[in-house]
Nanobody
């Protein structure tokens, strides 16, 4: 059984920083692309940033220059460093990863972590 466990959310004032972490565990053969999504109240889920197993990262225009995605392949962990946070960044943040096990290759999701930015 594969699990993605997130941590690092919380309440922060505008202009502050938070760092999210997400670790994949279980009977994993390999981890492909990993990413962060978010869902704000009353809005659809949107991609925040993605990092492939090799190659360059990509992120939403709204977070470029403020958020940085990175990963530690040895730990099957992806990070999202969020700086200069704004109230509009308030959302539940979800980790996503394409994981290959002995049975199949599929996308997995974390349980979500709340990020609240006060003005």
């Amino acid at each position: 059984q594969v699990q993605l466990v997130e941590s690092g959310g919380g309440l922060v004032q505008a202009g502050g920083s938070l760092r999210l972490s997400c670790t994949a565990s279980g009977r994993i053969l390999s981890v492909g692309a990993m990413g962060w999504y978010r869902r704000a109240p009353g809005k659809q889920r949107e991609l925040v940033a993605v990092i492939p197993s090799g190659g360059s990262t990509d992120s939403a225009d709204s977070v470029k220059g403020r958020f940085t995605i990175s990963r530690d392949n040895a730990k099957n962990t992806v990070y999202l460093q969020m700086n200069n946070l704004k109230p509009e960044d308030t959302a539940v943040y979800y980790c996503n990863a394409r994981i290959t096990t002995f049975a199949r290759s599929q996308d997995y999701w974390g349980q979500g972590t709340q990020v609240t930015v006060s003005s």
